[in-house]
Structures are given as structure tokens and as C-alpha cells.
């Protein structure tokens, strides 16, 4: 259960019926997929190659992980399906902040950075915002609390 002080953070970064939600699933997904698609459909190559979210299509998808993923190119599907782990945000993409926080968020594609590497997405561009001021910190807290924030 969830200290005092985080109930009052999650409730002021999220919206309440989240909130009860999140609380009211037994267990979260290990990937934030919107009806069943990671990233609200982003080429998760596309952080990588140009440096910005762009949206994937529906004719180029790669199942892993139990959703499905979509790019904006045969290339970069091909690319992530031969290193899925290069490429998929980390902590299954839910809000990186959150999960240093100790539970899960849901995140938005613009909300991004990429790290020594990886990729890490945010609930939106104020959380993000706040992770940034400690990134290193925040990573090293999302590494210890996932996935034990999806049980």
C-alpha cells in the first residue's frame, strides 16, 4: 500500500478515476498499450532514427510482448523485430516517473528521452519535466521498483 505522501502525489498527477482504477486492477499490463497497441501507435524506431515520435500504421505491425506494435515503414518494423529490446520504451512504456514513484501511468508519445540508449516516456510534458531534474536518480528508482509496480 502506498504511503500517505504518494496517494497525495499520485492524486495531483493524475487524473482520480486513474487513480481508482489503478488501484482496482489486480494486475497491470507489462506493456501500456492503448486498445492494444504500444506507444498510442508510435514507431518506437522512429525516437531513434529521427529524433522524434511519429505516428505508425496499421499495414506495418509487429506482435510482441502480447500487443501490437506499430511503425511508420517495413524498415523499421523489420529493425525492431529483429531487437525488440533496442528499441521498446523502458519500464513497457508506462510513465517513467511514475514507476520511479512506485506505481504505473499511463504516458504520451511526445513525452520522451532517449538515455545511454533507451527509451523512456512520461505521463506528460510536466512529468516529464520533473524527471528530468533527476534522471540518473530517477532511472536508478524505476530499475529497483520494476516490475514489482505492475503486481
Known amino acids: 500500500m ?3 505522501r504518494k496517494l497525495l502525489i499520485m492524486a495531483a498527477t493524475l487524473p482520480a478515476v486513474t487513480l481508482t482504477a489503478r488501484y482496482a486492477v489486480a494486475q497491470t499490463p507489462a506493456v501500456y498499450a492503448n486498445s492494444g497497441v504500444a506507444v498510442d501507435s ?19 505491425t509487429h506482435s510482441w510482448n502480447g500487443v501490437e506494435w506499430r511503425f511508420a515503414s517495413a524498415a523499421n518494423r523489420d529493425r525492431f523485430a529483429a531487437d525488440p529490446s533496442a528499441y521498446a520504451p523502458q519500464y513497457g512504456g508506462y510513465c517513467a516517473w511514475a514507476v520511479s514513484q512506485g506505481y504505473t501511468a499511463s504516458t504520451i508519445p511526445e513525452a520522451w528521452k532517449i538515455v545511454d540508449s533507451k527509451l523512456y516516456l512520461n505521463f506528460n510534458r510536466r512529468i516529464q519535466r520533473r524527471w528530468e531534474r533527476d534522471i540518473p536518480g530517477h532511472i536508478a ?7 514489482s509496480v505492475l503486481a
Do not use: I
Request: hydrophobic content about 30%; proline content about 10%; charged content about 25%.
Open 2 to 4: 502506498p504511503s500517505r
Open 42 to 60: 508510435s514507431d518506437v524506431v522512429a525516437y531513434f532514427t529521427e529524433g522524434r515520435p511519429v505516428k505508425g500504421s496499421s499495414e506495418f
Open 141 to 147: 528508482a524505476g530499475d529497483a521498483n520494476w516490475p
